[in-house]
């Protein structure tokens, strides 16, 4: 269940309430989009993009692999996209299901839409898709060893296919976000028995990627980038609008600018098709053919540490190190002061975010203060400070490094002095952000769509991605609560609790989140700029006039 989805776009007034500043447009770059025009058939749209892991979506977090898959496949649910929706708010569609029903709290039955068909590639080669495919992907999510996402459907109990199209969805227990999670992009694709059978029991290759979205992989070049073409067979009459798709990876951020400038991308270049604040001016006055609006961001990096060992096992540390952290210094230098600092919950879900001067006596440690700061590191006997390691990737983004510099310097300020450990992005999200670290790491958190998986994936103990080690029964059954609430607007003040709770607890030091500057070039036409993986749905039914 999601909150409210009739507000109207977000206000200048309401970005600078969240913290952020909402700078000028560029002239000739309105940010209104295009209405009613006739949809063009045609045309090939060029984006930066990732080079994956590899392609099995069950078996990573990384962001690399699930915007690919964002193309070419399909979910049961999905949310809405296009010109006119509010950036953080998600409408809940179907998909593949034609329609559901909900018989009682713990039980959803689906109906699939008939006629829709896997792509025509081996090893489906454009067969039906059933319900015995819906069971099989739930399956597999919810058992394939290594799926860091599996706890996202804790909740089920069973899946069963009623007939060829109806799906029946058992749950152990109520879970008020359960068709979020199945319209969630980083979630439950649904994926075909066949592919992983017959390519040698995962997902992995680029061969096995054959779905039933809107666009097929063509060719996949390592570390080059990839093409997607047009699905003949989509089940959406007319769709996609765009033939191909060509998706170009380029890590060095000079590179990928000077690309920009010269009218090479039609997407901004940096997650989820923005422009960086520090590049703004730049662009702006190379490019007049742009459109751009400002959102807040629901990507929020932090500190994590290993809260189930000292020195940060004791809190005073923890709440130490968030009064050193000058978050403003850190937004003013990195997003040119287009940005907030909310805790666990980012601002972009301002539904479920609670704002800093609503959250009681937690409030105090996200402010810097260096002299109470250091008065807490006495009390827990690190009066000369201590040393430690911090695990760290650069996700190839300039603004990261930038931060992770000046995070360094605040802590340094206590006493703590930080040796980095610089990883390959691969190896990092393999070991560190599974919680395989020593000390410290530093890094953005997963794009969540709702409170939810902010809260629970992170904090709840056992799970994998609560990479801060915290055991704390407390904020577990607060968490446990709130998924068994069905009713909106008590989950929320339940939710708000959680976040008051944890600010005084600190088990990950937030640093913030900045507002969103997506650009996209005016010839890309019915297109609407969102939070999360979603390339291919937010492009699905955007055309190309040119």
């Known amino acids: 269940m999601t909150p409210d989805h009739t507000r109207l776009p977000l206000s200048r007034r309401e970005l600078l309430k969240m913290g952020g500043v909402a700078i000028a447009l560029a002239p000739g770059a309105p940010a209104a989009p295009a209405w009613a025009q006739t949809p063009r058939r045609g045309g090939v749209l060029t984006i930066r993009g990732w080079d994956p892991p590899h392609f099995d979506p069950h078996l990573t977090v990384s962001y690399k692999t699930?915007?690919?898959?964002?193309?070419?496949?399909?979910?049961?649910?999905?949310?809405?996209?296009?010109?006119?929706?509010?950036?953080?708010?998600?409408?809940v569609e179907g998909d593949l299901a034609e329609s559901w029903t909900q018989p009682n709290e713990n039980t959803y039955v689906f109906k699939l839409r008939r006629g829709v068909r896997w792509h025509n590639k081996p090893p489906v080669n454009g067969r039906e898709l059933d319900a015995e495919d819906v069971v099989y992907t739930l399956d597999r999510f919810r058992t394939v060893k290594g799926n860091a996402n599996a706890y996202m459907l804790a909740?089920?109990?069973?899946?069963?296919?009623?007939?060829?199209?109806?799906?029946?969805?058992?749950?152990?227990?109520?879970?008020?976000?359960?068709?979020?999670?199945?319209?969630?992009?980083?979630?439950?694709?649904?994926?075909?028995?066949?592919?992983?059978?017959?390519?040698?029991?995962?997902?992995?290759?680029?061969?096995a990627t054959v779905g039933t979205g809107p666009w097929m992989l063509d060719s996949y070049?390592?570390?080059?980038?990839?093409?997607?073409?047009?699905?003949?067979?989509?089940?959406?009459?007319?769709?996609?609008?765009?033939?191909?798709?060509?998706?170009?990876?380029?890590?060095?951020?000079?590179?990928?600018?000077?690309?920009?400038?010269?009218?090479?991308?039609?997407?901004?270049?940096?997650?989820?098709?923005?422009?960086?604040?520090?590049?703004w001016d730049v662009v702006k006055r190379g490019r007049r053919d742009l459109k751009t609006m400002l959102y807040p961001s629901n990507v929020m990096s932090h500190i994590y540490v290993r809260n189930d060992k000292p020195p940060f096992s004791d809190v005073r540390v923890r709440r130490a190190m968030s009064l050193a952290i000058?978050?403003?210094?850190?937004?003013?230098?990195?997003?040119?002061?287009?940005?907030?600092?909310?805790?666990?919950?980012?601002?972009?879900?301002?539904e479920w975010s609670?704002?800093?001067?609503?959250?009681?006596?937690?409030?105090?440690?996200?402010?810097?203060?260096?002299?109470?700061?250091?008065?807490?590191?006495?009390?827990?006997?690190?009066?000369?400070?201590?040393?430690?390691?911090?695990?760290?990737?650069?996700?190839?983004?300039?603004?990261?490094?930038?931060?992770m510099q000046l995070i360094l310097k605040d802590?340094?300020?206590?006493?703590?002095?930080?040796?980095?450990?610089?990883?390959?992005?691969?190896?990092?999200?393999?070991?560190?952000f599974y919680g395989k670290y020593d000390s410290m790491a530093f890094g953005p958190q997963?794009?969540?769509l709702e409170p939810d998986n902010f809260l629970y994936g992170q904090y709840y103990p056992g799970e994998i991605k609560n990479h801060g080690h915290i055991n704390d029964p407390v904020v577990a059954d607060m968490l446990i609560r709130q998924r068994r609430t069905q009713e909106p607007a008590k989950r929320r003040?339940?939710?708000?609790?959680?976040?008051?709770?944890?600010?005084?607890?600190?088990?990950?030091?937030?640093?913030?989140?900045?507002?969103?500057?997506?650009?996209?070039?005016?010839a890309l036409k019915n297109y609407g700029p969102n939070l999360g993986y979603d390339y291919g749905g937010r492009l699905m039914a955007a055309w190309l006039d040119r």
């Not at 007939?163 to 075909?192: G, H, Q, R």
């Not at 403003?328 to 301002?350: C, R, W």
């Open 221 to 279: 070049r390592p570390n080059v980038g990839m093409t997607l073409v047009r699905n003949p067979t989509y089940f959406v009459p007319g769709l996609p609008n765009i033939d191909r798709i060509e998706i170009l990876v380029d890590e060095d951020k000079a590179s990928r600018i000077a690309a920009f400038l010269t009218g090479k991308y039609d997407l901004g270049t940096e997650f989820p098709g923005t422009i960086d604040w520090t590049d």
């Open 155 to 207: 909740a089920l109990d069973r899946v069963e296919a009623l007939d060829k199209y109806t799906v029946k969805f058992t749950l152990k227990e109520s879970y008020a976000w359960f068709l979020d999670i199945l319209a969630n992009p980083m979630a439950v694709c649904i994926v075909a028995k066949e592919c992983v059978e017959k390519m040698g029991g995962d997902l992995k290759k680029p061969e």
């Open 66 to 91: 699930h915007i690919a898959y964002s193309f070419t496949h399909s979910r049961l649910l999905k949310h809405k996209a296009g010109p006119g929706l509010q950036p953080g708010l998600f409408s």
């Open 493 to 522: 003040e339940q939710i708000l609790e959680i976040q008051r709770y944890l600010a005084n607890q600190q088990y990950y030091v937030q640093i913030g989140s900045q507002i969103y500057n997506a650009v996209w070039n005016q």
């Open 411 to 432: 802590l340094k300020s206590i006493g703590i002095e930080v040796k980095l450990n610089t990883k390959e992005y691969g190896a990092y999200i393999a070991t560190t």
């Open 446 to 448: 997963t794009p969540f």
């Open 326 to 350: 000058n978050r403003q210094a850190i937004i003013d230098a990195t997003y040119e002061g287009n940005g907030a600092f909310n805790p666990p919950v980012p601002a972009a879900l301002k």
């Open 354 to 403: 609670i704002p800093i001067d609503q959250l009681g006596d937690g409030a105090r440690y996200y402010k810097p203060d260096l002299a109470a700061a250091r008065k807490l590191m006495a009390e827990a006997g690190h009066a000369n400070g201590f040393a430690a390691t911090m695990d760290f990737t650069t996700y190839g983004s300039n603004v990261l490094v930038d931060q």
